[in-house]
Nanobody
Framework: QVQLVESGGGLVQAGGSLRLSCAAS????????VGWYRQAAGKQRELVAA???????TYTDSVKGRFTISRDNAKNTVYLQMNSLKPEDTAVYYC?????????WGQGTQVTVSS
C-alpha cells in the first residue's frame, strides 16, 4: 500500500503560481511512475504531467511551458510547479502513484484560478 498526501492547492489570480506537493509513504519502493491528474467540474479526469522512475517527464499540451513536475526521492515527494495559471486550470488536482503492487490516488487538492 502507498499513502499519498497532497497539499499546496488554493485560490490564485490568473497569471499567478502555485506549487503542489504529493508526499508518499508506505510501499514507496519501485515506484514506476508518479502522475498529476486534474478533474474540472463536469469533465473527465485528465493527466496533466507525469514523471517516470528514470526522471523522464510528460505533459499535456495545455500546460507545456507553464507546469513543471519534479521529484525529491529523499523525501518521497513529487511536486508540480504551476506558473502562468489560467482560469481553465481550475480543477481538483490528484496525485497518482504506480508501482509493482498497484495504482494509488491521493485525496485531491483544489486549485482555483480567478480571472
Amino acid at each position: 500500500q502507498v499513502q499519498l498526501v497532497e497539499s499546496g492547492g488554493g485560490l490564485v489570480q490568473a497569471g499567478g503560481s502555485l506549487r503542489l506537493s504529493c508526499a508518499a509513504s508506505g510501499s514507496t519502493f519501485s515506484i514506476i511512475r508518479v502522475g498529476w491528474y486534474r478533474q474540472a467540474a463536469g469533465k473527465q479526469r485528465e493527466l496533466v504531467a507525469a514523471i517516470g522512475s528514470a526522471g523522464s517527464t510528460t505533459y499535456t499540451d495545455s500546460v507545456k511551458g507553464r507546469f513543471t513536475i519534479s521529484r525529491d526521492n529523499a523525501k518521497n515527494t513529487v511536486y508540480l510547479q504551476m506558473n502562468s495559471l489560467k482560469p481553465e486550470d481550475t480543477a481538483v488536482y490528484y496525485c497518482n502513484v504506480r508501482n509493482a503492487l498497484g495504482s494509488y490516488w491521493g485525496q485531491g487538492t483544489q486549485v482555483t484560478v480567478s480571472s
